[in-house]
Structure formats: structure tokens, C-alpha cells
């Protein structure tokens, strides 16, 4: 009896000792710390849909990652950030001692778990090891999925993601596609280069088009073999942690650089070339505009 007093008794202090080690090393190391995720702000970004009621069953407990309520409680491995919260750590404890705790209350999107009811027994399930715990569920559809290693930086990517397949026309027109960038701004600068797009195919056909047509035309004539391009003269290889879509940026801003006036003039596969051969190589001089790209696209991806 008294070893179970004791081992009771561990579990908040060595959880909260836990706590402070990891906030201490994330400072030192000058990294951003990983909060408990927000179920509005998930929901919010991603465009939670409806919801369905799911029932009982065992989870993973590794596959919870939110709250609807306690980010000031938890951090994302639920230890305890605050020392108020004992009292209520060790009752919980004491009525379950064996883990077989009742099941906890959770919200479902994509295979993770967003806690409503059931805090201190998903924190006291982590620190004794517990790999499944029974929970009633409500899943929630959302437009766009939560991603795999869901931080509020990847969840901030994906909800730019969906604004700008929305607001392009492209996600109707070519479900199929898939637009990447490592930093949100690149939407905002590709949903530009769709709308001149679609600006000079109007002039061009004499005819207003829809959001769809022009984004479909966009990505068949221009985005698509500018990448296909890419990969022909081994533009990909020489930025192996870029994506397709910051290489099509870079293209551009090349040959924007090149012809100012009429960048239409340098066809894909110069533009291509162009900016392969502007990729800074040691004691190779290289214009302040070049290097100001290359230099934002390194920090990017690096």
C-alpha cells in the first residue's frame, strides 16, 4: 500500500520537473515551443465542417494532441504547466489507481484527438506508459486535412493551402493538384501570378473566363511544364529541400529579372536554365536581386 502512496504521490512533481526541463531546453536552443493545439483555432484555420457522432472506443493516446479548453493547463505532451492543477492531478490518482480510468470526452479530425472531457487522465495515462484509452467520440470533417505533424506552423500551411485553391479557382478545376510551399507567403505571390495569367489569356481570347479556367489553364500551360522543366535540367537537385512550388517562384522571379518589361519573352525552358545558372556557386559574382532570391529561398528551405 505504501508503494502505491509513493508512486501516486511521484507522478505530478516528476510530470511538472518534466515540464520545466523541456521549456528550459526549448529556450536554450532558441527553439518555438510546441503548445497543446486549440480545437477553435484547428477548426477555424482548416474549415471544420459537420460533425458525427462516433460512440465509444479505445484510442491512441499519442494520437491526442489538443484541447477544447486547457492550452494554459497542458503543453502538447499534456504535462503539467501549472502547479494549481495538483490537486486535481492526485484525486484522479487516488479513484483510479490501476488506469482503468472511465472513458475521456474527444473531438476526431483525421486521426487525432482534441480533448473536451478527461485532461488529467490522458496526462496521467502518458506518464505511466498507457498506450490506449477509451474515449467517446464526435468526428469532425474539415475542407482541408490536419496535417500529419500537426503544429500551429503546418496548420497555418495548410489553411493557405485551402484559401488559395479556393480563391484561385484551382482546387475545382484540378482536384487533382498539388500546390506546396515551404513558408505561407508563396500563396499569395502565386495567387498573383494566376491572376496575371488570367488577365493576358483574356486580352487574348477576347472573352472574360471564370476563376476555374483560368486556373486550369495556368496549371496545364505554365505550372506543369515549368516543373516538368525543372526536373529535366536538375533544378530540383540543386535545392534537394525545396518544393516544386518555391522552384517555380524562383523561376520567375528570374525571368522577370532577365526580361522586366516582357518576361514572357524567355520561354520555360530558358527561364529554367536561367535560373539554374544564377544558383550562387562559390566566388561566382552574382547580381544583389539574384542573390536577395536565392538567400530567401536557402533561409526557406534550410
Same mark, same amino acid.
Given at each position: 500500500?505504501?508503494?502505491?502512496?509513493?508512486?501516486?504521490?511521484?507522478?505530478?512533481?516528476?510530470?511538472?520537473?518534466?515540464?520545466?526541463?523541456?521549456?528550459?531546453?526549448?529556450?536554450?536552443?532558441?527553439?518555438?515551443?510546441?503548445?497543446?493545439?486549440?480545437?477553435?483555432?484547428?477548426?477555424?484555420?482548416?474549415?471544420?465542417?459537420?460533425?458525427?457522432?462516433?460512440?465509444?472506443?479505445?484510442?491512441?493516446?499519442?494520437?491526442?494532441?489538443?484541447?477544447?479548453?486547457?492550452?494554459?493547463?497542458?503543453?502538447?505532451?499534456?504535462?503539467?504547466?501549472?502547479?494549481?492543477?495538483?490537486?486535481?492531478?492526485?484525486?484522479?490518482?487516488? *479513484?483510479?489507481?490501476?488506469?482503468?480510468?472511465?472513458?475521456?470526452?474527444?473531438?476526431?479530425?483525421?486521426?487525432?484527438?482534441?480533448?473536451?472531457?478527461?485532461?488529467?487522465?490522458?496526462?496521467?495515462?502518458?506518464?505511466?506508459?498507457?498506450?490506449?484509452?477509451?474515449?467517446?467520440?464526435?468526428?469532425?470533417?474539415?475542407?482541408?486535412?490536419?496535417?500529419?505533424?500537426?503544429?500551429?506552423? *503546418?496548420?497555418?500551411?495548410?489553411?493557405?493551402?485551402?484559401?488559395?485553391?479556393?480563391?484561385?479557382?484551382?482546387?475545382?478545376? !484540378?482536384?487533382?493538384?498539388?500546390?506546396?510551399?515551404?513558408?505561407?507567403?508563396?500563396?499569395?505571390?502565386?495567387?498573383?501570378?494566376?491572376?496575371?495569367?488570367?488577365?493576358?489569356?483574356?486580352?487574348?481570347?477576347?472573352?472574360?473566363?471564370?476563376?476555374?479556367?483560368?486556373?486550369?489553364?495556368?496549371?496545364?500551360?505554365?505550372?506543369?511544364?515549368?516543373?516538368?522543366?525543372? #526536373?529535366?535540367?536538375?533544378?530540383?537537385?540543386?535545392?534537394?529541400?525545396?518544393?516544386?512550388?518555391?522552384?517555380?517562384?524562383?523561376?520567375?522571379?528570374?525571368? !522577370?529579372?532577365?526580361?522586366?518589361?516582357?518576361?514572357?519573352?524567355?520561354?520555360?525552358?530558358?527561364?529554367?536554365?536561367?535560373?539554374?545558372?544564377?544558383?550562387?556557386?562559390?566566388?561566382?559574382?552574382?547580381? *544583389?536581386?539574384?542573390?536577395?532570391?536565392?538567400?530567401?529561398? #536557402?533561409?526557406?528551405?534550410?
Amino acid at each position: 500500500m505504501s508503494e502505491r502512496k509513493d508512486y501516486l504521490s511521484s507522478s505530478f512533481p516528476k510530470a511538472r520537473r518534466q515540464e520545466a526541463y523541456r521549456r528550459l531546453s526549448t529556450v536554450a536552443k532558441g527553439r518555438e515551443q510546441r503548445p497543446l493545439l486549440s480545437l477553435d483555432e484547428v477548426s477555424r484555420r482548416l474549415g471544420a465542417l459537420e460533425q458525427t457522432y462516433v460512440g465509444v472506443r479505445p484510442i491512441p493516446v499519442d494520437k491526442i494532441v489538443g484541447t477544447v479548453s486547457r492550452v494554459d493547463d497542458f503543453d502538447r505532451d499534456f504535462l503539467p504547466k501549472r502547479s494549481k492543477i495538483q490537486e486535481r492531478w492526485q484525486q484522479v490518482e487516488e *479513484s483510479w489507481p490501476d488506469g482503468d480510468f472511465p472513458p475521456i470526452v474527444v473531438y476526431e479530425i483525421d486521426g487525432r484527438y482534441f480533448v473536451v472531457d478527461g485532461h488529467h487522465r490522458v496526462a496521467i495515462a502518458k506518464q505511466r506508459g498507457i498506450e490506449m484509452i477509451d474515449a467517446e467520440i464526435t468526428e469532425l470533417r474539415s475542407r482541408t486535412p490536419l496535417p500529419a505533424d500537426a503544429d500551429v506552423g *503546418s496548420i497555418i500551411m495548410a489553411e493557405q493551402e485551402r484559401r488559395f485553391m479556393e480563391e484561385s479557382g484551382l482546387g475545382p478545376a !484540378r482536384r487533382e493538384a498539388k500546390v506546396e510551399f515551404s513558408r505561407p507567403q508563396g500563396y499569395i505571390e502565386l495567387l498573383e501570378h494566376i491572376k496575371i495569367h488570367g488577365f493576358h489569356l483574356m486580352m487574348e481570347r477576347g472573352e472574360v473566363l471564370s476563376p476555374e479556367d483560368i486556373a486550369a489553364d495556368w496549371y496545364d500551360r505554365v505550372y506543369v511544364p515549368t516543373i516538368e522543366a525543372i #526536373r529535366r535540367e536538375g533544378l530540383d537537385a540543386m535545392w534537394p529541400k525545396a518544393t516544386d512550388a518555391d522552384l517555380f517562384l524562383w523561376v520567375g522571379q528570374r525571368r !522577370r529579372e532577365l526580361f522586366p518589361d516582357r518576361p514572357e519573352d524567355l520561354d520555360i525552358e530558358g527561364a529554367v536554365r536561367a535560373a539554374r545558372e544564377a544558383t550562387p556557386r562559390p566566388k561566382r559574382r552574382v547580381s *544583389s536581386a539574384t542573390r536577395r532570391v536565392t538567400d530567401r529561398l #536557402r533561409r526557406n528551405v534550410d
